[in-house]
């Protein structure tokens, strides 16, 4: 009998042992599959274009400058390149202009994102006989379409900002209903001072959110332009 029930504790102490390394990497297989594919996410973040991007006024009349962000999709780090990212799929984003000095709304709602490569809101051009574009015929329906664009891994994506033309000291927000109000929508009008930009992206149940200085209390176009903000000036709006 002592040998029989030794016999019995043995099988029941190894069953355990089968038991247990089942379980144990049955669990480092799901932690392994859920620590991968939280790498693979999309990685956003936002910088400021460098250079700004400076063009003819479309009335003929002097430049324009257009300030725009990029949204970046970073890529896996070098140890994880075996494997791929995860692409950011149908990325919308909206933005607010807040006060320099307490961080407040300024029009108390939030500006629908524009992306560069998305369509104009523009069905054709009509060109004078001096080569200049005369006026543009719109297409109302493309004005009301959502924004929305696709980033791939280690891809990137510009976003419109705010515009300011030559001879004038204040700035637009710039989005797809700019263009129904000859690119100067008074809805997002802003004067000649410095503001705070908070914009924020959203994808794939994520969100991508940055902040950012607007110069505009300066005479000339060139030094119209977006900033970084230091920790203090990112705490009035986070």
């Given amino acids: ?15 355990m042992e089968v038991t247990l390394s089942i379980l144990f990497g049955g669990l480092i297989t799901i932690l ?11 990685k956003l973040r936002l910088s400021i274009e460098d250079p700004p991007l400076d063009l003819p006024s479309p009335d003929g009349k002097g430049m324009r400058r257009n300030l725009r962000l990029v949204l970046h999709n970073d890529p896996l780090p070098f140890v994880a390149r075996w494997m791929q990212r995860a692409a950011a799929t149908q990325c919308r ?25 998305s369509p104009e809101p523009i069905a054709s051009r009509i060109v004078g006989p001096d080569g200049k574009i005369q006026f543009y015929i719109q297409d109302f329906s ?3 379409t959502d924004s929305r664009i696709d980033v791939y891994p280690s891809d990137q994506e510009l976003l419109d900002v705010a515009v300011r033309f030559d001879g004038e000291a204040e700035c637009y927000g710039w989005n797809n209903d700019s263009y129904l109000y000859e690119w100067r929508n008074p809805d997002w009008k802003l004067r000649s001072e ?12 994520q969100k991508c959110t940055g902040v950012f200085r607007l110069i505009n209390d300066v005479e000339n176009r060139t030094d119209f332009r977006l900033i970084d903000v230091s920790s203090e000036d990112r705490a009035k709006v986070l």
Avoid at 3 to 15: I, N, P, R
Avoid at 32 to 42: F, K, Q, Y
Avoid at 93 to 115: C, K, P, S, Y
């Fill in 1 to 15: 009998m002592p040998v029989l029930t030794c016999g019995v504790a043995l099988l029941k102490s190894q069953q």
């Fill in 32 to 42: 392994t599959a859920i620590g991968v594919e939280a790498l693979r996410r999309p």
């Fill in 93 to 117: 984003g909206e933005i607010t202009f807040r006060h320099l000095n307490d961080g407040q709304d300024i029009f108390g709602r939030a500006m629908a994102v524009r992306w560069v490569k």
């Fill in 142 to 144: 493309r004005a009301d």
């Fill in 194 to 205: 410095r503001y705070l930009v908070k914009v924020v992206i959203t994808s794939s149940g």
